[in-house]
């Protein structure tokens, strides 16, 4: 079954404490993308990645950090320097960043909660 | 920056009445325009693209470069058309900008 697949869907998190989101792939897309969804302000990029060991900030970068090690793999952590990081958060893949379609594939998401 | 504005975030009609989802985009040069729909416990999925100039699901969405607008339209809501629908743009960085969404409620 073809698809992106993010996990946890559900993660609770003790303030201080970092913690990694999971973001995998088997689309042999070359970007992916995170992005955060809150009520209200809709979609906001996080961090994007166009092809492997290369990513780029999105507008709201501060307090995450990611790596992309493999094309297919594009995991998300969230640190304890991320102010206000309760969040629903959304992964994403497109075929090329640069591709005449732009259609992006969503995860169904992960919902982090701090306590 | 690239702006994608989407003025409403409720809408509300009753079954089988028009529906129109507004959208402006800021970016001025050629623009790749998307509209995007999340249904209640499904993932986001695209519905359109200015591109390819189809109408999906009875929805349609003209590119209007004079008013910068993108706006969704349906001539008779059904009440499954509720959703959470977000419109896009993706310009010169090709990295796709969203909007706040607006989220559609058809009343039977």
């Not at chain 1, 952590?77 to 991320?82: D, E, L, N, R």
Request: hydrophobic letters at 30%; proline letters at 4%.
């Amino acid at each position: 079954d073809g698809g992106i697949t993010q996990s946890p869907k559900y993660l609770f998190r003790k303030e201080g404490q970092n913690v990694t989101l999971s973001c995998e792939q088997n689309l042999n897309h070359d970007a992916m993308y995170w992005y955060r969804q809150d009520p209200g302000q809709g979609l906001r990029l996080i961090y994007y990645s166009q092809i492997v060991n290369d990513f780029q900030k999105g507008d709201i970068a501060e307090g995450y950090s990611v790596s992309r090690e493999k094309k297919e793999s594009f995991p998300l952590t969230v640190t304890s320097a991320q102010k206000n990081p309760t969040a629903f958060y959304l992964c994403a893949s497109s075929i090329d960043s640069l591709g005449e379609t732009g259609e992006l594939f969503f995860g169904e998401g992960s919902r982090l909660t701090v306590l | 920056a690239q702006r994608v504005t989407q003025p409403e975030k409720l809408l509300s009609v009753f079954k089988g009445a028009p529906v129109e989802l507004k959208c402006n985009y800021s970016y001025s040069g050629s623009p790749e325009l998307f509209w995007y729909v999340q249904y209640s416990r499904q993932r986001l999925q695209l519905l359109l693209r200015h591109i390819s100039r189809e109408s999906i699901k009875g929805f349609t969405a003209d590119l209007n470069k004079g008013e910068t607008s993108f706006h969704l339209k349906k001539p008779f809501a059904q009440e499954e058309d509720s959703a959470m629908y977000y419109c896009a743009q993706s310009g010169g960085s090709y990295i796709p900008t969203f909007g706040r969404g607006t989220s559609l409620i058809v009343h039977p």
